[in-house]
């Protein structure tokens, strides 16, 4: 099943703040090289067969080629987001007019909220993330928008401070995950809904290995997740591995990278 995927090139891209321990303003990042690795992500979608839109990098905001914080989409409605931190927050209007101009149903939201970042679509449900960016109020009001239930998991190791640098969806139905990325309670809710998940290793988590996106056989995923790849393979997916270290100097990965567009075909 091909996916709609909406990414921003990394025209304007640094390290200019921290807000996440992966940030190192004093180190910094080479944007040329984010653009390329940003590049190869977006041919290997194309490549599987994906359809890749692409919103306008906007001047003085580095972090916007992180797409997956800037909306959430479910049935081809559109609830924005309301970023956590100000350097972020002209990132939340910019995605939601996006989507208004090509006549998208959209929210804007009341509570803070990072968009695909803390929140992870399933067939049934939603996972949503809470502890670090998104505020669990809006997983209510999430809920209430795209009428699916939405399961709240808290986040407790700042290293992966969005839910999608713990976990990633291999289908509508089943996950992979990191689990001492989640407070106790979660880690039982995860053990509970999700039997037959695939469980990630601290090293596979330290590369952002867990901020992949698979299509239900494809596994896009940085590759130096090497444990976690043979992993996968031993499930019956298919990883391919791509380079986004450049990306990782700002806390983000091949997800971080991608919003889906869901259902609107
Ligand atoms: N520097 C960005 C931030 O801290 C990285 C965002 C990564 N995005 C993601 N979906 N995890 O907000």
């Not at 924005?80 to 990132?91: L, Q, T």
């Not at 695909?116 to 949503?128: I, M």
């Not at 901020?211 to 393979?233: F, P, R």
């Amino acid at each position: 099943m091909p996916k709609h995927f909406l990414m921003c090139r990394p025209e304007h891209f640094a390290v200019e703040y921290a807000i996440n321990p992966w940030m190192h303003p004093e180190a910094g990042a080479d944007r040329d090289v984010a653009i390329r690795q940003w590049e190869g992500l977006k041919s290997t979608y194309e490549s599987l067969g994906h359809q890749v839109s692409l919103i306008d990098p906007v001047e003085g905001l580095p972090d916007m080629v992180f797409a997956a914080n800037g909306a959430l989409v479910v049935d081809g409605r559109v609830y924005g987001a309301r970023f956590a931190f100000p350097e972020r927050g002209p990132e939340g209007p910019a995605y939601l007019r996006w989507f208004a101009e090509r006549g998208y149903p959209v929210l804007e939201p009341e509570h803070v909220n990072e968009g695909e970042g803390d929140f992870l679509t399933l067939d049934e449900v939603v996972l949503a993330g809470t502890g670090f960016r998104t505020n669990v109020v809006a997983h209510l009001e999430a809920q209430e928008f795209v009428g699916r239930p939405v399961v709240s998991l808290t986040l407790v190791d700042p290293r992966f401070y969005h839910l999608d640098t713990a976990l990633f969806p291999l289908d509508g139905r089943n996950v992979c995950y990191y689990p001492d990325a989640f407070s106790e309670g979660s880690r039982r809710v995860l053990a509970r809904m999700f039997p037959d998940a695939v469980l990630a290793s601290a090293a596979d988590a330290e590369v952002l290995g867990l901020n992949a996106v698979s299509d239900g056989t494809h596994v896009v995923i940085n590759y130096e997740a090497a444990d976690l790849q043979l992993e996968l393979k031993r499930r019956g997916y298919e990883p391919i591995p791509v380079d986004l270290s450049e990306l990782r100097k700002a806390g983000g990965g091949p997800k971080c990278c991608t919003l889906e567009i869901r259902g609107d075909n």
